[in-house]
């Protein structure tokens, strides 16, 4: 039995047994992340690292939300209608401390649970992203809708959202189209599929056990996910789509993959051109190279280099234009610079945003950082399956399929789906430039 401990009005914070249940509770904003809600979410969350009496951490959202991100409103107001420029700046450093939030999560030595049960965007991809386990059900939505509403796709999704196969990340990015239901597990975001209906029992569960190691925690919540015969409703992002995707978005300039769309012509691919060419011009090209430098660098690199673009982008006009335009007057901004050809990658973008200089910061729990998860409990990605079938000869599916099974990976649902869609996206790949030799 779940008590109650202690209730704040935005987060909601109880105890059963070892487990601590955190639920973010701005129902009426979808659980959007404001300055007193960080500041809460951390103090909780440095409480329950360094207690010994709490040995597993649960995050949910109240209502049918999990956490639409940002209260982009509130940070516009605080960075551009602040009194002077001292408050300004101490709103800025409150706020960031989103990123002391983001580092304790992925480098803390509790086990935390994150359920995307509803709408999951933006901050509340980040704070699921860098949790250990992370639950999709039919009902998550996952998105980062950011360039959408002029501003860019922060909260550390240069490091989770780039690392995703098949440039897949930057797609998500560039378009602020959302994944939904089983693609959110089978692309290798979350970590298992779980129905809705059992949320309630799988969280009684986790209060129960006495094992707190993640093995025994990923035992658990095994039990209480989708067999291996489960029938997806929601599985896209696999086949010719994904390879098209790819092939679209591999590119290092926003211009190239308009015109990598445009080349293409299928109704799919133009519609896609149009849909990132009405966002904000600056929001793109700095998520994309964002996105293309955190590929390549550690955590805390990702979220320093976010919180300098942080130092600069509320000042630019997308930003305040776009938050009251989009989010308040329900309007279509008019952005500026309007078109991607009139801003300079190198000037306006590297040199004024990337290199400037920052003076703020946020508070590191710990100094851990890395490059690669310590742990990962995902399906395994395109190159882990490609590296397996190299180096121990795995050259059918169903040899492929069973490695991963004898492995870490067991006889999870979607092993057999991922391992399926790589053979035969790469398969299909050389037979076509063998018929081209």
């Not at 969350?45 to 939300?65: M, Q």
Request: overall charge negative; proline content about 3%.
């Amino acid at each position: 039995m779940v008590a109650p401990l202690h209730v704040e009005d935005q987060i909601l914070y109880e105890r059963a047994n070892k487990m601590r249940l955190l639920t973010l509770n701005r129902p009426k904003k979808l659980n959007s992340l404001d300055t007193s809600l960080v500041l809460h979410l951390l103090r909780y969350l440095k409480t329950c690292e360094f207690s010994r009496d709490i040995k597993l951490v649960l995050l949910k959202g109240s209502g049918k939300t999990f956490c639409a991100g940002g209260d982009l409103k509130h940070v516009a107001d605080m960075f551009l209608d602040a009194p002077d420029a001292y408050t300004a700046l101490s709103n800025i450093r409150n706020y960031s401390q989103i990123y002391g939030i983001l580092h304790l999560l992925a480098t803390m030595t509790t086990p935390v649970v994150t359920m995307m049960d509803g709408i999951t965007y933006g901050a509340g991809c980040a704070i699921s992203a860098f949790s250990q386990f992370r639950i999709a059900t039919e009902n998550t939505c996952l998105a980062m809708p950011e360039t959408v509403i002029g501003a860019f796709c922060d909260m550390g999704s240069s490091y989770f959202m780039s690392r995703l196969d098949c440039n897949l990340g930057v797609y998500l990015a560039l378009t602020g189209r959302s994944l939904k239901g089983e693609d959110v597990y089978l692309s290798g975001f979350a970590t298992h599929f779980v129905h809705s209906s059992k949320l309630k029992d799988l969280e009684a569960c986790l209060a129960e056990i006495t094992d707190y190691d993640l093995e025994s925690i990923n035992c658990i919540i095994e039990e209480f996910a989708v067999d291996r015969n489960h029938k997806p409703s929601n599985y896209t992002m696999h086949g010719e789509l994904l390879e098209k995707i790819n092939d679209w978005f591999h590119y290092d300039t926003v211009e190239e993959i308009i015109d990598a769309l445009r080349k293409d012509g299928s109704d799919f691919a133009l519609k896609t051109a149009n849909t990132i060419l009405s966002h904000s011009p600056t929001g793109l090209k700095i998520t994309l190279e964002s996105y293309r430098r955190g590929k390549a660098m550690s955590i805390i690199e990702c979220f320093k280099m976010e919180t300098r673009i942080w130092h600069v982008y509320p000042y630019l006009p997308d930003f305040k234009n776009g938050v009251s335009t989009r989010l308040v007057e329900k309007k279509l901004p008019q952005w500026s610079p309007s078109t991607l050809e009139e801003i300079d990658l190198e000037l306006d973008i590297r040199a004024r945003i990337f290199h400037s200089f920052s003076h703020w910061t946020f508070d590191l729990v710990y100094e851990k950082d890395y490059f690669e998860r310590p742990f990962e409990f995902t399906l395994p990605n395109e190159k882990e399956i490609l590296d397996a079938q190299l180096v121990y000869g795995l050259n059918t599916i169903e040899k492929a399929t069973r490695w991963f099974q004898e492995n870490s990976k067991r006889k999870k649902y979607g092993i057999v789906e991922k391992i399926t869609d790589v053979f035969n996206r790469h398969n299909s790949h050389f037979n076509y430039l063998t018929a081209r030799l």
